[in-house]
């Protein structure tokens, strides 16, 4: 029995499927808007892969949340912020979206790709930046509260929930760093 075919909306805001990831699934959707490919550099994200030790053989769980628009299984992330420097943009996307404060390290753990589709409806490859939070603090209160579910996992139930390979790759692989930090996840002084 055959894959199942994924067919690319560039109209669709909110995809009524779960967009696939899959490779090759992802190759035929970048196929299908070549100018962006050639465009020259894709739009920049910023990621917090935040996490906490726990007394178990796998030693920590990671943070997920949902995304806002299709429920999918994501990490806190967003575009860069004015005056903020990458891993403190990744610091302010963990609080606002999760309420998570921690020990933010300056430097990426990895990065991935992934489509997103953008309010204009149209269809664009993401680089994202991913940083390292451990956590030190998790308020009830912050401004997305109710907006995402969140959930601790290990980092291989997380790759099993996340769709962007390169994604899943990088949960999989996740050792934390303890080289150099910066103390405030929100990325205040």
């Known amino acids: 029995m055959g894959k199942p075919q994924v067919r690319l909306n560039l109209m669709a805001k909110k995809p009524r499927k779960r967009q696939s990831?899959?490779?090759?699934?992802?190759?035929?959707?970048?196929?299908?808007?070549p100018h962006r490919l050639f465009a020259g550099s894709f739009p920049q994200q910023y990621a917090a892969l935040c996490f906490r030790d726990i007394r178990e053989p796998s030693g920590i769980k990671v943070l997920l949340i949902t995304s806002r628009d299709s429920g999918r299984w994501i990490i806190p992330?967003?575009?860069?912020?004015?005056?903020?420097?990458?891993?403190?943009t990744a610091a302010t996307?963990?609080?606002?979206?999760?309420?998570?404060?921690?020990?933010?390290?300056?430097?990426?753990?990895g990065r991935y790709t992934y489509l997103k589709v953008l309010d204009s409806q149209e269809l664009v490859p993401c680089m994202v930046d991913v940083f390292q939070i451990r956590m030190v603090e998790k308020k009830k209160d912050f401004k997305e509260k109710g907006q995402r579910k969140l959930e601790w996992v290990s980092p291989e139930e997380a790759a099993r929930r996340v769709s962007e390979p390169e994604l899943r790759t990088l949960l999989l692989g996740f050792k934390p760093r303890k080289e150099s930090k910066h103390k405030d996840a929100r990325g205040a002084g």
Do not use: S
């Open 93 to 109: 996307e963990a609080w606002e979206e999760a309420g998570i404060r921690g020990e933010v390290k300056k430097q990426p753990v």
């Open 77 to 88: 992330k967003g575009w860069p912020i004015e005056g903020k420097k990458p891993f403190e």
């Open 21 to 33: 990831q899959e490779p090759r699934a992802l190759l035929r959707q970048l196929a299908a808007v």
